[in-house]
């Protein structure tokens, strides 16, 4: 049997788990500013989500089109066969990622253009 300060402990408990997931798992609520595209032939390639535009980027399977507008970006076109990353749809929060696996290609988005330390050492 449970008593009733097990009910309210239990009860804490599940709204303190739910809160503490949309606070640290949940989607990012801020607009990105830029996105980096990785690809298995150059260096990561620095967009700004201000402009609007389409990119044709060589991956393992052959070339993707991403395409670029009103501050979101999204996969076009691309060669693989599952086209999950088309599926995606369009990504324009901080912090989201989409990857074509099979083309070794991926996006990830970031919210402001400063260059941030992750730490500093002396």
């Known amino acids: 049997m449970t008593t009733l300060a097990d009910r309210i402990i239990l009860v804490l408990a599940i709204l303190l788990i739910g809160w503490l997931y949309l606070h640290y798992w949940g989607t990012s609520s801020q607009l990105a500013s830029y996105a980096l595209i990785f690809t298995p032939f150059q260096?990561?390639?620095?967009?700004?989500?201000?402009?609007?535009?389409?990119?044709q980027v060589q991956g393992r399977l052959g070339v993707s089109l991403i395409e670029i507008e009103a501050g979101r970006i999204r996969f076009h076109t691309s060669p693989?066969?599952?086209?999950?990353?088309?599926?995606?749809?369009?990504?324009?929060?901080?912090?989201q990622l989409v990857a074509c696996l099979p083309n070794q290609v991926s996006i990830e988005l970031y919210l402001i253009e400063d260059d941030e330390f992750d730490s500093i050492v002396y």
Do not use: E, F, T
Not at 43 to 55: E, I, T
Not at 85 to 92: R, S, T, Y
């Open 43 to 55: 260096s990561p390639q620095k967009v700004s989500l201000q402009h609007s535009q389409r990119l």
């Open 80 to 95: 693989c066969h599952g086209k999950l990353c088309i599926h995606a749809g369009w990504l324009n929060h901080g912090g």
